[in-house]
């Protein structure tokens, strides 16, 4: 192949790339915090070469649980993934950004709305939706047993 015909099929993948891009790029929510950012290595990937969804998974509970924390004063524990929906794959080199918001706040328990956007290798400002999740954290005492959640 000649150098011509290799930089032609290079730019025709790379229009096709970015056209795929667009069609799934959207704007980072206002109404959610965000409360983590993190970048995903090569020893968290799967068979697939794409990253773990149990990698993923203890990320958004780690995310999930940064406004619970605000809330419970002590110790807390997860309950609960009521929703978990990988919409897309997380990629090695992606800019993760984590944004979360409370959903309920009950007797002794918190349930967030975490959302999960990734800045792809070279397309970082590019946003695409990768994740949400739904989880409830429980303030729990010295015995581990429920307690109110006085703050409001
Ligand atoms: C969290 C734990 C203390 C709750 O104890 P429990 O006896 O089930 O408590 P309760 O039934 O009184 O429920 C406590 C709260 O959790 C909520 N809850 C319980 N099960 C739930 C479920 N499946 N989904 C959503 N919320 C749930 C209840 O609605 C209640 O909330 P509210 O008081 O705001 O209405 C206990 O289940 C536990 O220790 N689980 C293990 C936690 C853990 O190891 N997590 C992983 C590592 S952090």
């Not at 192949?1 to 667009?22: C, D, P």
């Not at 807390?76 to 409370?102: C, E, H, R, W, Y």
């Not at 709305?113 to 729990?140: C, N």
Request: neutral net charge.
């Amino acid at each position: 192949m000649s150098s011509e015909s290799s930089a032609h099929t290079g730019n025709t993948v790379n229009a096709s790339a970015e056209a795929h891009l667009q069609t799934i790029t959207v704007q980072l929510p206002t109404d959610k915090e965000l409360v983590l950012k993190m970048i995903p290595m090569p020893a968290d990937c799967n068979a697939n070469g794409d990253i773990f969804g149990g990698w993923v998974m203890a990320q958004v509970d780690t995310a999930g649980s940064v406004i619970p924390a605000r809330y419970v004063d002590g110790r807390m524990a997860t309950v609960a993934v009521n929703q978990f929906i990988f919409k897309q794959p997380v990629k090695v080199g992606d800019i993760l950004s984590f944004f979360s918001s409370v959903t309920r706040i009950g007797t002794t328990s918190i349930t967030v709305q975490v959302e999960v956007y990734a800045e792809r290798f070279r397309a970082q400002g590019h946003y695409i939706k990768v994740t949400e999740a739904s989880l409830t954290y429980v303030a729990i005492d010295d015995f581990g047993k429920p307690r109110k959640i006085t703050k409001r």
